[in-house]
């Protein structure tokens, strides 16, 4: 029997193509990418550009730039080449260029992303707020009809505590709004949905619930502890009697550590034929933040929602 799924706040089957048409609208917003020597990263900011997603800026060594340019196909003409041979001064460059406004947001090529992050989190010039960064990554579900399911926190925090993972739903919420979905359903997840003294992720689950019921978590809907079925499946919550308004219909998981949201995020992607787009969040711009292994699709709907979410 085929589950009964449905997505919550975009229309059903829409998927994540609304994000290259939502980059497009007002002035082009300015990328700035770090070391794009490989990995697709500088074939999606080429398409990025010609297509009119964003502008890029590409910060590296420039001989090295064009030389990938040249074996991955990638026409450069009219992008602009920043030249910086060493990669902790490359990185540097680029988290300068979008703390000072040149650039509107940045994206990570082929860098370790603790070097990245030590730039973004530089106190004199980086891109702190004072809040947490966390990632989030929404997925094009193929087997649920194109189905729009954001997964956070699978990249960036470790083992989260209830104050953690407050503002990661803040930080998701946040994006949420910027793409179009006012109210997102927030499913916390765990291995069941009955609160369980002996486990953890059900008792921080509970509580995000009820905080979110007082007022405390704004801008959304939050219930938990649910298992992953019966947070996007309305027909698992009928059979396990779960009356609520994010069973079935969950915008996000809310994942309780980072192995649970490797492990989803990673079926979602190469088990399930879908696709997607990731950002770090927190920070005073959107980061671009994807696996060496994602596709150029991936990576140019990384830029396009990083460009949606820099326009405010």
């Not at 059903?12 to 994000?19: N, P, Q, R």
């Not at 405390?216 to 298992?227: E, R």
Request: charged share 25%; net charge neutral; proline share 4%.
């Amino acid at each position: 029997m085929t589950a009964d799924v449905r997505g919550s706040s975009r229309p059903a089957g829409e998927g994540l193509d609304f994000l290259i048409a939502e980059s497009k609208k007002g002035r082009p917003m300015t990328l700035a990418l770090a070391c794009p020597y490989g990995d697709d990263a500088l074939g999606a900011a080429c398409r990025a550009q010609r297509e009119g997603v964003a502008r890029a800026v590409l910060i590296g060594d420039a001989a090295r730039i064009r030389s990938t340019a040249e074996r991955d196909g990638c026409d450069i003409t009219g992008i602009t080449l920043v030249d910086e041979p060493d990669d902790d001064r490359a990185v540097e460059a680029s988290v300068r260029m979008v703390s000072s406004g040149e650039a509107d947001f940045l994206m990570k090529g082929l860098v370790k992303t603790s070097t990245l992050l030590k730039a973004v989190l530089d106190k004199e010039w980086g891109l702190r707020t004072g809040s947490l960064l966390s990632h989030l990554f929404l997925f094009e579900v193929a087997v649920l009809g194109g189905r729009v399911i954001g997964v956070s926190d699978g990249g960036m925090n470790t083992y989260p505590d209830l104050g953690a993972k407050v503002k990661i739903i803040e930080n998701a919420v946040a994006c949420f709004h910027r793409i179009g979905t006012p109210q997102p359903k927030i499913a916390a997840l765990a291995a069941v949905e009955a609160v369980n003294p002996d486990m953890k992720a059900t008792l921080e689950a509970a509580a995000l619930a009820k905080m979110n019921e007082r007022g405390q978590i704004k801008g959304c809907l939050v219930d938990g502890p649910l298992a992953l079925d019966n947070a996007v499946s309305e027909e698992a919550a009928r059979i396990k009697g779960i009356s609520s308004p994010v069973a079935g219909s969950a915008d996000m998981l809310l994942v309780p550590d980072i192995e649970s949201g490797n492990f989803v995020g990673k079926v979602l992607m190469y088990m399930t034929g879908g696709k997607g787009a990731g950002v770090i969040l927190g920070a005073r711009k959107p980061i671009v933040l994807t696996s060496r292994f994602d596709s150029v699709e991936t990576k140019l709907l990384s830029i396009s929602l990083g460009a949606v979410v820099a326009r405010g």
